[in-house]
């Protein structure tokens, strides 16, 4: 909602009048490394297994609401039960869903900027205040001792692990103690954990946490953003909350089925998921040897750097070159930040050679 009419100004709700949208900048380029989707062509055979699974399922049955199989193998992928997880319309449905459910007027959300942008979004839509707990200007760490100090007096907090975009993990000693503390759910977005070291993963601590929430999502390691699949584990009480609350349909029957054979293929996946991390370091790597560039370590499938007139510099690299990056210089902390999607060797071998241009062109 950009600008209202005089007329739904004075209709809609009061806290939504100045409400501004989340802006993926989104523009269709050549070479698109904005919006860290997974580059890879789908692996051998993978597409097949989809498109059977899409050509059997009838289009004139409403879905299941819980979306139980997939359920099942989504348990069976991560070794919890089916009570243990929700399917929703993307990550995004469940985070806005986590918010209705457990913030709204009068709560109070943990937040650590700077981080994604959508949770102080849904935040704002369900009236829930927030508490901003900012990162080291310079490392991004948390600052641990605000955070416990905070937790007591939230109603929920939202942590992303590896962070968006900063690239950093948790520390799962600090999550433990964070949810001990929280007055509330700690949700832990690993919607880029398949990119990070094995055992970055928070679910170990979900036996001893009993407030804790995962977000998973299939838009990234999977490579399938585009059918909308995310999922939540937590314990079976805050998982009926998120049944509870839910638009009954949103997830329908084309994206279950997609997202049933997408998990069955799991395996076909590694080597993608192996090469990404693998370009992801190649990529910094290259970076760091600029000079002009700071990049920070991710373990995440994108990279963050700056860089003198970065704002230019990705406005050149999308209307000369049709290259699509993000740019969060105007985000507190990150200016002249740019965030870069690890793509295909060769999608990663243009961008470096034309920031390099840019870069000279620029000085
Ligand atoms: N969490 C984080 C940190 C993200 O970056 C994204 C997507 N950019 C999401 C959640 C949501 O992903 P989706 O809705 O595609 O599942």
Redesign the pocket.
């Known amino acids: 909602m950009a600008e209202l009419s005089k007329y739904t100004r004075a209709k809609v709700q009061p806290h939504l009048t100045g409400i501004k949208p989340y802006d993926p900048s989104f523009t269709p380029t050549r070479i698109n490394l904005s ?2 989707e997974n580059t890879y062509p789908l692996p051998k055979g993978v597409r097949a297994a989809v498109d059977k699974a899409l050509a059997a399922t009838p289009l004139n049955r409403y879905p299941d609401p819980m979306a139980n199989d997939l359920r099942d193998k989504l348990a069976a992928l991560h070794g919890v039960e089916r009570e243990n997880i929700c399917v929703g319309n ?3 449905e469940l ?1 806005f869903n986590f918010l209705l459910a457990f913030g709204g007027e009068g709560r109070r959300m943990l937040n650590f900027p700077p981080s ?1 942008s959508e949770y102080e979004f849904f935040a704002s839509l369900t009236k829930t205040s927030v508490r901003n707990v900012r990162r080291d200007r310079k490392t991004f760490a948390i600052d641990e001792r605000a955070t416990l100090a905070a937790a007591p007096q939230a109603s929920l907090a939202i942590l ?1 692990s590896p962070n ?1 975009p900063t690239g950093d993990v948790a520390d799962p000693a600090f999550v433990a103690q964070l949810c001990r503390q929280c007055g509330g759910p700690v949700m832990i ?1 690993e ?2 954990i398949e990119f990070a070291d094995q055992g970055k993963s928070m679910q170990s601590l979900l036996s001893s946490c009993p407030n804790l929430v995962i ?1 998973h ?1 299939l ?1 990234k390691a999977f490579g399938a ?1 585009g059918i909308r699949c ?1 999922y939540v584990i937590a314990a079976p009480d805050i998982i009926d909350v998120f049944g509870a609350v839910r638009q009954i349909y949103s997830v329908n029957v084309l994206t279950q089925a997609a997202a049933g054979a997408l998990v069955s293929e799991r395996d076909a996946f590694e080597p993608v998921v192996a090469q990404i991390r693998s370009e992801r370091e190649r990529l910094a790597r290259k970076l760091e040897e600029d000079e002009r560039l700071t990049v920070w370590p991710s373990q995440g499938n994108f990279l963050l750097v700056r860089m003198d007139e970065a704002s230019t510099i990705r406005q050149r690299l999308r209307d000369e070159y049709s290259i699509l990056v993000r740019d969060f210089s105007d985000v507190p902390s990150l200016n002249d930040c740019l965030r870069i999607t690890v793509g295909t060797p060769e999608e990663n071998d243009e961008l470096l050679a034309v920031l390099a241009v840019l870069l000279d062109e620029e000085a």
């Open positions: 919006a860290n993307g990550g995004d985070l994604f992303t968006n977005d919607a880029y977000l999502t838009s953003a995310g």
